[in-house]
């Protein structure tokens, strides 16, 4: 296999060929889509504390965080490399790592290869949930398939299905480069264009479960489930649990892990509240 980079002047001319007048357009904004993703999942409080977003996010925003980080890098690493602009210790931007305002890409493909080991009939590959992934064209997961495998070296037919292996990297050959290069340009516009429909699709958002800020705690529930985001020692933090007790004035709450918070001050969770971190969790069809 090639081991050695075309020059990196090459690889700018063969960017600027691929993109010539090319402006992408950008994303809808994280709280046009955020209801379209599900409420499950890690937290990833790490994009407020690098300053991608202005507030904690719960899951559910760093769910959709997740996908607009995505196919924001794909976009940045065309732009990066376009311009010759280098990435850190003078590394020429692929999608593996982050690139301008967005994080890590490397990961970020796995949802998409889920999809397709499931269509090949993978029973025990992930199951994406939400409107997002429900409504996502099959040509979409092609398209990001076609970025990874040809990021990593790849030649790859019209399905993204490898069919020679040349290097490790799109960068040891001219060729590879240009569908390389191609491939995050087309993945961006159909993923921009999705994104574009889930924000016209919001009705849709009853459907499915929600987490909407609350600044009314006091009125939860025994059961009721929730997110609270905060500061501990000045670093952003995201619990989530469900109600024990609550008297209208004090509540207890279950954290997970074992944990319980008891007699938490109400007044404490509505000051949260109005700063939009604190989220009681809706169920499909629950919000009236």
């Known amino acids: 296999m090639k081991t050695e980079k075309i020059p990196i002047k090459q690889i700018q001319e063969i960017a600027q060929e691929v993109a010539q007048e090319y402006i992408p357009r950008d994303l809808p904004q994280l709280e046009e889509v955020s209801w379209a993703f599900p409420v499950e999942g890690r937290d990833r409080v790490h994009y ?19 996908e607009i980080m995505t196919f924001r890098n794909f976009r940045n690493v065309l732009q990066y490399i376009r311009e010759g602009k280098t990435v850190s210790r003078g590394g020429v931007p692929n999608h593996t790592f982050p690139c301008g305002d967005a994080d890590d890409g490397a990961y970020m493909v796995y949802p ?74 087309d993945a961006y516009e159909l993923g921009r264009e999705h994104f ?19 600044t009314n705690p006091e009125n939860w529930k025994e059961g009721d489930e929730f997110q609270w985001g905060y500061y501990s020692k000045k670093e952003p933090r995201l619990v989530s649990g469900n ?16 944990s319980v918070w008891r007699d938490k001050e109400i007044s404490l969770l509505k000051e949260y509240g109005e700063h939009g971190l604190l989220w009681k969790l809706v169920p499909a069809g629950g919000r009236k």
């Open 48 to 66: 407020q504390a690098h300053g991608y977003v202005d507030k904690i996010p719960n899951v559910q925003e760093g769910n959709a965080l997740r």
């Open 112 to 185: 998409y290869l889920a999809i397709k080991e499931r269509e090949d009939g993978r029973e025990d590959a992930p199951v994406q949930k939400g409107f997002f992934w429900e409504t996502l064209p099959s040509g979409l997961v092609k398209a990001v398939l076609k970025v990874e495998k040809t990021g990593r070296g790849s030649i790859v037919d019209e399905n993204g299905e490898s069919i020679e292996k040349l290097g490790n990297i799109a960068y040891v050959d001219a060729d590879l480069t240009r569908q390389y290069l191609q491939n995050m340009r």
């Open 196 to 214: 574009e429909q889930v924000a016209k699709s919001k009705e849709q958002e009853g459907n499915y479960p929600q987490l909407v800020v609350d």
């Open 243 to 258: 109600v024990l007790k609550n008297d209208g004035s004090k509540i207890d709450l279950n954290i997970g892990n074992g």
